[in-house]
Every structure is written in structure tokens, then in C-alpha cells.
């Protein structure tokens, strides 16, 4: 792709991204739409998927940022399930896409449909996790399914390499496979734990806020190479890094976190709206490559693309209702509604990792052109039929997060306490301290603490529809139309000469900082 073809691509994509997000809809879902639409334009160059764009430029930042987001102690809550899905399901559906691949294409090797297998195996969370999050789906399904996402790609990734090894008859035994499963998955937690570890101290000791943002940026990238280089998995290092420094991000300077969620946040828009218009974009692509008659690719693709679904739901509802068997099992606690593991299985959409392993077959491999078609068709049929319907089975199963108002119950309380704590050192600073402090500063100062605190217990109160406005809300509202108050005064005297533009963009940037405090 040249650079010129990716720059309408972003640009395309971006504009694409405005228009879901103004109408409310899964932007993913659309870019996928309209990428299918413009290939069949004629004049439209193709925009062939180029795998290295993504398994290196694209893959590691997402999986880093996404894991920056996540919480560490809810996903170690949630391991078994995620590690069921993210270990266990992959090789599942590997075995099942690929048998059944196998069994409807006539002349496709065994290793070659087990290598389709291993392709469509890694469901991609984007899609599903962003309705997800407007919903309001049930926290501990987004856990699961967002801790999925970061783990299957090693897994699949992994297995990738071996089955196609073996479909080229570069040989490797069964249990050479597992071997190399295993040291690229130890060594890929390890090499993450270290890098993660290193760079933490590294980041604590540069002083700069900018300069830690930046060597953030470099971090997916670098801790990839690393682990890949040593023949370990490049995808779980970054990901067990991305955890373990946002557990640790706590420890760093305010300045840092808000740049690093602003940077992070952009560049996630940036990439998800370029790798989901170029899924569109493959249809040409791949329908150029493909040389089989129309019925035989009609009929393999309705089978693959059910057995990718169902595989899904054939493994989730046994694991999850089986061990239940065992009374030790049931002594935990009443078994997961039905509904759970429904929308768990429904929201296996598959994504960008799928097409780029596809298209990084070797050409040698026999029946390569019916596999990378196939990939295609499940990434395009999971995204449109699963992504299309998943908002509606969502709300007809009813799993919505109940937990906001213990949220909001934990929040207040801590809010509380913790402002009770920063009101006993004020006391302690300023006892016997009245004639160098002002009275003003120190009343101030309370009743910032205290407005804080009093926030979060009015939001467990009644509705503002019955009340009105309550005094946190009025104080947010009031002090808002102040600052945009002072804005202009600075921008008038930066125009009239009285201001520097420098000195202007610092106080500006003060109050800018104030009013994202407000908006948290």
C-alpha cells in the first residue's frame, strides 16, 4: 500500500468514525460496510491488507493500550474463564473450522484447513466491547470478553505458525508444536513481566511528562521486536506489560496520565477506523485470487462461517455448566443465568488479526486462495451478522450492568474517607500556623474537600428530575461558565498585545486542567 492510497484510507476512515459516532451506531460495523461498498466501485483502486502493517505497526499498540485500560485484579478475578476461552476455545474451533473445512472443500489438505482454522479462531473484542460499553453490558462479561481479546491472539498467532509449518511440509511433530506453544507463551509473560517492570522504573525517574508519554509510545513496539526476536510470544509480552504498568500508573505524576489517555485514546480511534475499513476494502482482493466454481465457494462458506459461530456456543455453555456436576462446583454459588454464556457466544466477531494472518500464508501452501477467501468471509459475516444483531439479543436478554449504584456507593464512601483524610492534614499543616495562613485559604480549601466528598453521595439520592439541580451539580455548572469566562478574557488580551502566546497557552492550559478535574 502506498503511502498515498493509506493517507485516503485514514482519511476516509476518520470521517466514516464522525458520522457513527453522530448517529450512535458501531462505527466498526459501518467502516466494514462502507469498505464493502467501495470496492465494488469501479475506478477504486484495490488496497491490498499488508500483514506486516499489522501485525507489528497495528496489533501491538491496540492490545497495549487496551491493556493500559483494563483492570489487572479483574482479569486475574476472571482467569479461569478468560483463560477457557482465550487457550481452550482457540484450539476448539481450530480443530472444528478446520475438520469441517476439511470435510466440505474437496482436494484442500487437512493442514492447510487446520491452518484456516487457526486463522478464524481469535474472535477480535473491538467491535463487540464498544457496544458493549454503550449498552451498558454486565461488567464482568466485558472482563471477560476484553481479557479474551488481549490473551487469543498468542494463542492463535502460535498456532498459526505451527500448523502452517506442517502445511508447507517444513515438518513438526505434534508435541514439537506444543513445545514451541509453551516457550513462546512462557517466554512472552516473562520478557513482558521485565520489560513492564524496567520501563516502569525507567519512566518514574525521567521527571518529564512528555518524555515518559513518548517513551510509552515506543513501548508495544519495542517489547514486540524484543520477545518475537527470541522466539517468544511478541503479542502476550505487550500485553503483560500494557497490564502491569497500568496497574503502576498510579505511582506516576498527574500530567502523564492525562496525556497518556489522551494519546492513547486518539491513536486507538486512529487505528481501529484504518484496520476496519481495510477488512472492506479486501473483498477485491481476495475475490481475484479465487479460482473455484461459484456453488462449491458458496456452499464452504456457509458451512466455515457456522461452524465458527457454533463452535463458540459449543464450547461455552459445557465448561461453564459441566463442572457444576461436582458439588464442591455448586457449594460456590447458583449457576450463571443462561443469558450470560448466550451473549458470551454471540459476541465472538472476528477482526483485523484474522485477514493479516490470512494474507501472510505462503503462496506455496496448497489451496491457499479458498483459505484466505474463507477468512474473509467469516471476518465479514461474524462482524455483519453478529455485530448487526448483538445490540438487539443485548436487550432482549437483558444483561446490563446492575452494579452502578454500588459503584457509586463505593465511590462515595471513599470519596469520603478520603477527604477526611486530606482535612486532617490540612489541620496538621496549618495548627498553630494561623498568622502565616490565611483564613481564606484554609476555608477554601475545606470546602473543596468537602464538595468533593458530598458529590458522589448525591448521585445516590433521588433523581435530579424530582429535586433539581443539586448543590455539586450547580457548583460543576457555575464554575464551568467561569472558566470559559477567563478563556476569553485571555484570548482577548493575547489579541490586543497585552499577553504573550506563550503565557496565554500556560494559563489556559491551567484551566484546562481544572476542568478536567471537574469533569471527572
Do not use: C
Not at 461455552?316 to 443469558?339: C, Q
Amino acid at each position: 500500500m502506498n503511502g498515498l492510497a493509506l493517507l485516503i484510507v485514514l482519511v476516509v476512515s476518520l470521517g466514516v468514525t464522525a458520522l457513527a459516532d453522530r448517529f450512535r451506531v458501531s462505527s466498526p460495523l459501518l467502516l466494514v460496510v462502507v469498505g464493502l461498498g467501495l470496492s465494488f466501485v469501479p475506478g477504486i483502486p484495490n488496497v491490498p491488507l499488508d500483514p506486516d502493517l499489522v501485525l507489528f505497526l497495528v496489533l501491538p499498540p491496540l492490545l497495549y493500550s487496551a491493556a493500559l485500560e483494563s483492570s489487572a485484579l479483574r482479569i486475574r478475578e476472571n482467569l479461569n474463564r478468560i483463560g477457557q476461552l482465550a487457550f481452550g476455545l482457540v484450539i476448539f474451533t481450530t480443530a472444528v473450522v478446520g475438520l469441517v473445512a476439511w470435510w466440505v472443500v474437496p482436494g484442500l489438505p487437512l493442514a492447510s484447513a487446520l491452518v484456516l482454522g487457526a486463522v478464524v479462531a481469535p474472535p477480535d473484542a473491538v467491535a463487540a466491547a464498544s457496544i458493549g460499553r454503550r449498552l451498558g453490558l454486565n461488567r464482568r462479561m466485558m472482563t471477560v470478553l476484553e481479557g479474551e481479546s488481549l490473551l487469543n491472539d498468542a494463542t492463535a498467532l502460535t498456532l498459526f505458525r505451527v500448523l502452517l509449518a506442517v502445511a508447507l511440509g517444513a515438518g513438526a511433530s505434534i508435541w514439537e508444536g506444543l513445545l514451541e506453544f509453551l516457550i513462546a507463551a512462557v517466554g512472552g509473560i516473562a520478557i513482558g513481566a521485565v520489560a513492564g517492570w524496567v520501563i516502569h522504573r525507567v519512566r518514574l525517574r525521567l521527571g518529564d511528562s512528555s518524555l515518559e508519554s513518548a517513551v510509552g509510545l515506543v513501548v508495544p513496539f519495542a517489547i514486540y521486536l524484543l520477545a518475537e526476536d527470541l522466539h517468544a510470544s511478541g503479542v502476550l509480552a505487550v500485553v503483560v506489560a500494557g497490564l502491569y504498568l497500568g496497574h503502576k500508573s498510579t505511582e506516576g505524576g498527574f500530567a502523564t496520565r492525562i496525556q497518556d489517555q489522551a494519546v492513547w485514546k486518539a491513536l486507538d480511534r486512529l487505528l481501529e477506523a484504518l484496520v476496519f475499513a481495510l477488512i472492506g476494502l479486501q473483498l477485491a482482493v481476495v475475490v481475484a485470487d479465487l479460482r473455484l466454481p461459484f456453488e462449491l465457494v458458496v456452499a464452504s462458506s456457509v458451512a466455515v462461517l457456522a461452524a465458527t459461530i457454533l463452535a463458540r456456543f459449543v464450547w461455552m455453555f459445557p465448561t461453564i455448566y459441566l463442572p457444576r456436576v461436582l458439588p464442591k462446583v455448586r457449594a460456590r454459588g447458583p449457576a450463571m443465568p443462561w443469558r450470560v454464556p448466550t451473549v458470551l457466544s454471540w459476541a465472538g466477531m472476528r477482526g483485523v488479526v484474522t485477514l493479516a494472518a490470512a494474507f501472510v500464508i505462503d503462496p506455496a501452501m496448497p489451496g491457499r486462495d479458498i483459505v484466505v477467501f474463507l477468512a474473509f468471509v467469516v471476518t465479514v459475516g461474524t462482524l455483519l451478522i453478529q455485530g448487526l444483531s448483538l445490540p438487539w439479543v443485548i436487550r432482549r436478554l437483558n444483561v446490563y450492568d446492575t452494579g452502578a449504584q454500588k459503584d457509586t456507593l463505593q465511590e462515595a464512601a471513599a470519596k469520603q474517607a478520603a477527604a477526611e483524610t486530606a482535612l486532617a492534614r490540612l489541620e496538621e499543616l496549618t495548627a498553630g500556623d494561623e498568622d502565616r495562613t490565611p483564613s481564606h485559604v484554609t476555608d477554601q480549601l475545606r470546602s473543596w474537600a468537602e464538595q468533593r466528598s458530598n458529590g458522589a453521595w448525591e448521585r445516590l439520592g433521588r433523581p435530579a428530575e424530582e429535586i433539581g439541580e443539586s448543590p455539586s451539580v450547580a457548583f460543576v455548572r457555575l464554575r464551568r461558565a467561569m472558566l470559559d469566562a477567563e478563556r476569553r478574557t485571555f484570548v482577548r488580551f493575547r489579541d490586543m498585545g497585552r499577553l504573550e502566546e506563550s503565557a496565554m497557552r500556560e494559563l489556559l492550559r491551567e484551566l484546562d486542567y481544572e476542568e478536567a478535574m471537574l469533569d471527572r
